[in-house]
């Protein structure tokens, strides 16, 4: 167990839909970041949080956007789904700004666009 | 912005071999090299790093190699088991920016 909690482990919803995930790092760590991983594909890097702050930000789309709170959890929102939006959806956290930080990762969101 | 290629895509090993995975980057300004183990519907897990002032690391079994002129670093995983079996991905990390390989998926067959 990395320390890092990410809810609800699976979402089933329909295109054009919105949902929102959740993360929690580990006790500690003030950097978030989000990834999404397409079936068969790698890790693509969505979005970096720094204590409450955007830090760096990746492949993410203008549908998709994230925030993290004064208690350092982060919420990563996907809106006018489709059918490719399907993934897992990664967080993982580190202690400092990012860099050669090690990151933990979270046990992914499964979203399923139907 | 950097670029991380990863080979081979797939690999397969007999119980007991080793297993050689390579990866190349771009920017020579990247600093910190991880690499993450991933089983099947499970989450990346850290298996190893390494730092550009380090040319090697070992841990058990598993030993990661740098060569920064060349701009690449290995992994090498001797003795290999069937827990070994699942994707790895290497990763650079450029400023704040940590970009991943494509990943290999390792098959040792028993």
Not at chain 2, 48 to 61: A, F, L, M, T, Y
Request: charged share 20%; net charge negative; hydrophobic share 30%.
């Amino acid at each position: 167990d990395s320390g890092v909690t990410q809810t609800p482990k699976h979402l089933i919803t329909a295109t054009g839909q919105r949902v929102t995930l959740r993360c929690s790092p580990r006790s500690g760590d003030l950097s978030v970041y989000w990834y999404q991983q397409s079936l068969d594909q790698g890790l693509q890097f969505l979005i970096q949080y720094y204590n409450g702050e955007e830090r760096a930000k990746g492949n993410i789309l203008e549908r998709f956007s994230a925030q993290q709170f004064p208690d350092l959890h982060s919420e990563l929102n996907l809106s006018s789904l489709e059918l490719g939006d399907s993934a897992l959806y990664f967080c993982a956290s580190s202690r400092g700004q990012g860099g050669g930080d090690t990151q933990y990762f979270g046990p992914g969101t499964r979203l399923t666009v139907l | 912005g950097e670029n991380v290629e990863q080979h081979p895509s797939t690999l397969s090993v007999q119980e007991g071999d080793s297993a050689v995975i390579k990866c190349t980057y771009s920017d020579s300004a990247s600093n910190y090299f991880p690499w993450y183990k991933q089983e099947l519907g499970k989450r990346p897990q850290l298996i190893i790093d390494i730092r550009s002032n380090v040319g090697e690391k070992k841990d058990q079994r598993i030993a990661v190699t740098l060569n920064k002129t060349a701009k690449h670093f290995s992994l090498h995983i001797t003795e290999t088991q069937p827990e070994d079996s699942a994707v790895y991905f290497c990763a650079a990390t450029l400023y704040d920016k940590v970009i991943f390989g494509p990943g290999t998926s390792l098959s040792v067959i028993p």
